[in-house]
């Protein structure tokens, strides 16, 4: 079995703001998969990012970056100087050997105010 | 590169009826997965096909059922609709090759269901 947990619901930043978006995972598998999406309001999922269990180098893509932290089963997406077209729902997933299907957690709707 | 189509974009149903969607993937990927995304319930997995294979499927009553075609594309039908089946059904396109799904999964833009 496998589980995504995000906690924040709902953030709401400024313009300019750091955010980050939490997500903790759960797998019996040491094989694994992490995903990130955005949802914007058009409702297409937008992939973000993906990382395997045994990469755990953290990312920077532009303003975008990841922390993944295997000992606590936490992959945490932090984007910097965020702007309003950062505004949507982001989900995290996780995809194991055993399970071969995402599960998402239940997302984290952005608000960036101007 | 033409990314994920799925049609209709929007449908409504009256409860009772079927329902027909479809999905066709990025050209040359095999891997057809669809999900249902609902206010209540989130996204959930309904089933996964693999050149024209059902691989996997979800915790979904019978009523859902999908199939693949020889060129990938994928339909997936709801039967005897109920007012709850109303949801945006996503499709995900994958250039999986049959082991473990460390491959992106790029994703249509879904058809919005609504039953009344």
């Known amino acids: 079995a496998q589980k995504v947990t995000q906690a924040q619901t709902e953030i709401s930043v400024v313009e300019k703001e750091d955010v980050t978006l939490d997500c903790v995972y759960e797998?019996?598998?040491?094989?694994?998969?992490l995903f990130w999406y955005k949802q914007p309001p058009s409702g297409e999922l937008v992939f973000l990012i993906r990382?395997?269990?045994?990469?755990?180098q953290n990312e920077i893509s532009g303003r975008y970056s990841w922390n993944f932290q295997k000992s606590t089963s936490s992959f945490n997406f932090t984007i910097t100087a965020s702007q309003v077209v950062d505004s949507a729902v982001y989900f995290c997933?996780?995809?194991?050997?055993?399970?071969?299907?995402?599960?998402f957690g239940s997302g984290t709707q952005l608000t960036v105010l101007p | 590169k033409a990314g994920v189509t799925q049609t209709p974009r929007y449908l409504i149903k009256t409860r009772g009826q079927q329902v027909t969607l479809s999905c066709s993937p990025i050209?040359?990927?095999?891997?057809v997965s669809w999900y249902q995304q609902t206010p209540g319930q989130g996204l959930q997995f309904l089933f996964e096909?693999?050149?024209?294979?059902?691989?996997n499927k979800g915790n979904f009553p019978g009523r859902f059922s999908g199939r693949q075609f020889s060129n990938s594309r994928s339909e997936m039908n709801v039967s005897t609709l109920e007012l709850g089946d109303s949801a945006l059904y996503l499709c995900?396109?994958?250039?999986?090759?049959?082991?473990?799904?460390?491959?992106?999964?790029?994703f249509g833009s879904g058809t919005r269901l609504t039953v009344v």
């Open positions: 995900a396109s994958s250039g999986d090759r049959g082991v473990i799904s460390g491959y992106g999964y790029t």
């Open positions: 797998t019996r598998d040491t094989t694994y998969y």
């Open positions: 990382r395997n269990s045994f990469d755990e």
């Open positions: 997933a996780v995809n194991s050997g055993s399970a071969r299907q995402l599960t």
């Open positions: 050209s040359g990927h095999r891997s």
């Open positions: 096909y693999f050149s024209e294979t059902q691989r």
